[in-house]
């Protein structure tokens, strides 16, 4: 195809992604920081012989208790209020009696609802120990995020952002997961455009400010192929190693992003390793 007609496939529809004003980033401040309070409240609850379901509920309660709703929770059918995504489980996992055992490294992902707009957040949690590899693979994992985050700003392309994760993930001997990506949100929980976690500078949808959206990798110590299990939730490495993800919700603004979900006690990367890894 000539280059006229790849632009039209790769910048497609941008009229159909909702650009939003000083009000609404104010609404996603809210519900960003509530839904990084939840994972603050989180990290104090994951250690050895706590039950996801027990995670589950505290999620539930802290939503309650403040005003909030758990995005999740009856969304097309999903019966929880976070997913909690265990070790090759690579997303959706859904909490249970199972308790957590030491050198696990799990996902908790909240959605919060506040005023109608959704706040969208996933971390890794290492419970008690965790092996060196797998201390690896979340730092590699936090990394990518946060080089997507740094290629997102107006001009660019949802495909800058996917190339800056593939690039560094792949460098680093891990895959990048095609099954699922990030997300248009606002009002709605998803929305367009698409954020592929891989791709080119370039292709994609040129990013504008008041555009909303989040980026949420995850990072495969093996193969990037995944399997669905029985439940119609869980996914699963094919071939069984272990995988990795974190997500922010990010606003895009006149001269870069604004990061809706940060903790505000610094705990993003709550296992992050004191020493530098070799
Ligand atoms: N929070 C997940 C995301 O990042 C979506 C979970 S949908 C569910 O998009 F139904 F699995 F909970
Ligand atoms: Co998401
Ligand atoms: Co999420």
Redesign the pocket.
């Known amino acids: 195809m000539n280059d006229a007609a790849a632009e039209t496939v790769t910048r497609r529809q941008p009229g159909t992604i909702k650009l939003h004003g000083p009000e609404a980033f104010e609404g996603m401040r809210k519900a960003g920081r509530l839904t990084a309070e939840a994972l603050d409240m989180i990290a104090g609850l994951v250690k050895p012989g706590v039950t996801t379901d027990a995670i589950d509920r505290a999620a539930f309660e802290f939503a309650m208790d403040h005003g909030a709703y758990p ?2 929770l009856y ?4 019966p ?1 209020s ?2 909690t995504s265990i070790n090759e489980v690579v ?2 996992g ?1 909490p249970n009696e199972k308790p957590l055992k030491e050198g696990d490294i799990v996902n908790i ?3 919060l609802i506040v005023d109608g707009w959704h706040g ?3 971390r890794m949690y290492a419970v008690g120990e965790i092996k060196p590899f797998a201390m690896r693979l979340l730092a590699i994992t936090h990394e990518s995020l946060e080089r997507g985050i740094a290629a997102a700003r107006p001009g660019a392309t949802t495909g800058h952002i996917g190339e800056a994760i593939q690039r560094y993930a792949e460098s680093e001997r891990c895959s990048v997961v095609r099954d ?1 990506c ?2 248009g ?1 606002g009002r709605l ?2 929305d367009e455009p698409n954020i592929l976690h891989y791709g080119r500078a370039g292709e994609g949808v040129e990013l504008r400010p008041g555009m909303f959206f ?1 980026i ?1 990798p995850m990072i495969n110590l093996g193969r990037p192929q995944v399997k669905i299990k029985n439940d119609g ?1 869980t996914a699963v490495t094919r071939d069984r190693s272990l995988s990795a993800q974190f ?1 922010h919700t990010i606003g895009i603004t006149e001269t870069g992003c604004e990061v809706f979900t940060r903790s505000p006690k610094g705990l993003d990367f709550p296992s992050r390793p004191s020493a530098p890894l070799t």
Do not use: Q
């Open positions: 995005a999740t969304y097309r059918g999903y929880r976070c997913c997303c959706h859904i992902d909240v959605t969208d957040s996933s699922f990030g997300h949100l929980f998803h989040t949420e939730w997500e």
